[in-house]
């Protein structure tokens, strides 16, 4: 969301919508890419696209 | 508190910057649909994108539309190619939702290239979707799309026609890929130069589920934690 103009389509499992609504509305910053990179290693995380 | 809006590309439509993806209403209750509904609306959201081939989706939002009139700006997509296919299920959207016209219909998922040329050629869903307009069946025309070739052929997608909007995956991790962030981010700027709405989906995708049982009706293992959905949602 810290990206200007661009929208975010929910999650398509409606039990985890409500935490992505939540993230959302309290939205003030965006972390930065060592957070994220963070993140990624911290669960686990595997490219979509191969 | 509201998610705040933005303006929809050059729809004039200020949207809630998260927009709902009607995909998780594929094979859910009306009970379960109509409680969706109250979460999205005691959170501001006024944008709903569901697709003709999500199931059940379409029907499960035909009583929200006619339970808030005019409050949703109402997009759908169709999977058809051709002229006379995409005209046909245009027509069963509009049934199945019980409305006479859509802001947004988008040509759902192209990103094949042999799907693409008949799609954009004379004879192909895009015709339909200029006399849909001429019609005032809809009003917007986006086009949408997932893999790796997706923004590239995003931006093939513009040069053949101006479309009002495009959807496509974006994440972190998907954009450490040079070749993918580096047409995500030309078609981003040719999309703020043109005003053309950028839709984002897979925000909070973790990787494919690789044979684990699925244990969410997502096409990705996604995040599951609320701290890890903070960042991912509101990532750069």
Redesign the interface.
């Given at each position: 969301?810290?990206?200007?103009?661009?929208?975010?389509?929910?999650?398509?499992?409606?039990?985890?919508?409500?935490?992505?609504?939540?993230?959302?509305?309290?939205?003030t910053?965006?972390?930065d890419?060592a957070?994220?990179?963070a993140?990624?290693e911290?669960?686990?995380?595997?490219?979509?696209?191969v | 508190m509201p998610i705040e809006q933005a303006e929809f590309g050059r729809t004039g439509h200020q949207s809630s910057r998260v927009i709902f993806g009607g995909a998780g209403l594929a094979q859910v209750s009306q009970r379960v649909a109509d409680e969706t509904l109250d979460l999205l609306l005691a959170h501001g959201v006024n944008h709903l994108d569901v697709a003709s081939s999500y199931g059940e989706a379409e029907v499960r939002i035909r009583p929200w539309l006619q339970r808030e009139p005019g409050r949703f700006f109402l997009a759908t997509k169709g999977d058809e190619r051709t002229a006379a296919g995409a005209r046909e299920e245009l027509h069963r959207s509009l049934d199945r939702m019980g409305v006479d016209h859509v802001d947004l219909w988008q040509l759902h998922s192209l990103a094949d290239p042999i799907e693409w040329d008949t799609a954009l050629s004379p004879g192909g869903a895009l015709e339909a979707a200029l006399e849909a307009r001429e019609q005032g069946l809809i009003r917007w025309i986006g086009v949408t799309g997932h893999g790796s070739q997706i923004a590239a052929t995003h931006r093939r997608s513009l040069e053949r026609f101006d479309f009002d909007s495009v959807l496509l995956p974006y994440n972190f991790l998907t954009m450490q890929n040079p070749y993918y962030a580096g047409n995500f981010n030309a078609l981003y700027e040719t999309c703020r130069e043109r005003r053309v709405a950028v839709q984002t989906i897979k925000s909070i995708a973790l990787r494919p589920w690789a044979g684990r049982p699925h244990t969410r009706a997502t096409w990705y293992e996604p995040l599951e934690q609320a701290d890890d959905i903070d960042l991912a949602v509101w990532w750069r």
């Open positions: 969301m810290s990206r200007p103009g661009m929208f975010l389509d929910s999650v398509g499992d409606v039990d985890l919508l409500p935490k992505v609504l939540d993230a959302a509305s309290r939205f910053g965006g972390p890419d957070a994220m990179s993140l990624a911290r669960t686990a995380a595997v490219p979509l696209f | -």
